[in-house]
């Protein structure tokens, strides 16, 4: 048995380095600028880069939130999940190079393919943990990461689809996880409403 408090430590460090180096992407040419219109240029030109910064950065920051939100008594978990978990956190730090190489390389499709592969591996072992994570409250909280998991797996599958047609304009699928936590309040209420039962009148 692992204590839980040392795994969730060891995953505070891994996702805050992970965040940290994904701004090392953001870089400008060494050369060639020498004036303020070519240094805005050059800044304007970063936009490729910045959208798989913004969406990945989003990505791992709400991943945290979603974690540090699960409620479960378990003070200790078993091999499985700290396994899984180390699996998790490799993952996770893959995400600075897909993340790179798809703000490199926007417009090709094996780009995309990497960054969206990366992205729903990491979803799909997320979902994982949720499930083996032992005694897990079954709240709004645990609700919202199974649909923000599964929302971050439909449009990464959904950007490999439209990478074959709009390659240059897949990436933007990803926004539609912003819609995630709604849906999770929306589902949440139905939910305590169907447990009240018919309003009597």
């Given at each position: 048995?692992?204590?839980?408090?040392?795994?969730?430590?060891?995953?505070?460090?891994?996702?805050?380095?992970?965040?940290?180096?994904?701004?090392?992407?953001?870089?400008?040419?060494?050369?060639?600028?020498?004036?303020?219109?070519?240094?805005a240029?050059?800044?304007?030109?970063?936009?490729?880069?910045?959208?798989?910064y913004?969406?990945?950065?989003?990505?791992?920051?709400?991943?945290?939130?979603?974690?540090?939100?699960?409620?479960?008594?378990?003070?200790?978990?078993?091999?499985?999940?700290?396994?899984?978990?180390?699996?998790?956190?490799?993952?996770?730090?893959?995400?600075?190079?897909?993340?790179?190489?798809?703000?490199?390389?926007?417009?090709?499709?094996p780009?995309?393919?990497?960054?969206?592969?990366?992205?729903?591996?990491?979803?799909?072992?997320?979902?994982?943990?949720?499930?083996?994570?032992?005694?897990?409250?079954?709240?709004?909280?645990?609700?919202?990461?199974?649909?923000?998991?599964?929302?971050?797996?439909?449009t990464?599958?959904?950007?490999?689809?439209?990478?074959?047609?709009?390659?240059?304009?897949?990436?933007?699928?990803?926004?539609?996880?912003?819609?995630?936590?709604?849906?999770?309040?929306?589902r949440?209420?139905?939910?305590?409403?169907?447990?009240?039962?018919?309003?009597?009148?």
């Amino acid at each position: 048995m692992y204590p839980k408090s040392r795994i969730d430590a060891l995953t505070d460090g891994v996702f805050a380095v992970a965040m940290t180096i994904l701004v090392l992407n953001l870089t400008l040419p060494e050369f060639g600028i020498s004036d303020q219109a070519r240094l805005a240029v050059a800044i304007k030109a970063l936009w490729a880069k910045f959208l798989p910064y913004a969406l990945s950065f989003y990505v791992l920051g709400s991943t945290w939130l979603s974690n540090i939100k699960l409620r479960s008594t378990a003070e200790y978990v078993d091999r499985s999940y700290a396994s899984w978990w180390l699996l998790y956190l490799l993952i996770a730090t893959c995400l600075p190079f897909s993340t790179s190489v798809v703000g490199r390389f926007t417009e090709l499709k094996p780009a995309l393919w990497l960054y969206s592969t990366n992205m729903a591996a990491l979803a799909l072992a997320g979902y994982r943990l949720v499930v083996l994570l032992p005694d897990l409250s079954d709240d709004e909280h645990t609700l919202d990461r199974k649909l923000s998991l599964l929302a971050l797996m439909i449009t990464s599958l959904a950007c490999i689809g439209l990478s074959l047609a709009y390659s240059s304009d897949a990436l933007w699928v990803y926004l539609l996880n912003a819609l995630a936590p709604r849906l999770a309040r929306w589902r949440a209420a139905k939910r305590t409403a169907a447990a009240r039962g018919p309003k009597v009148t």
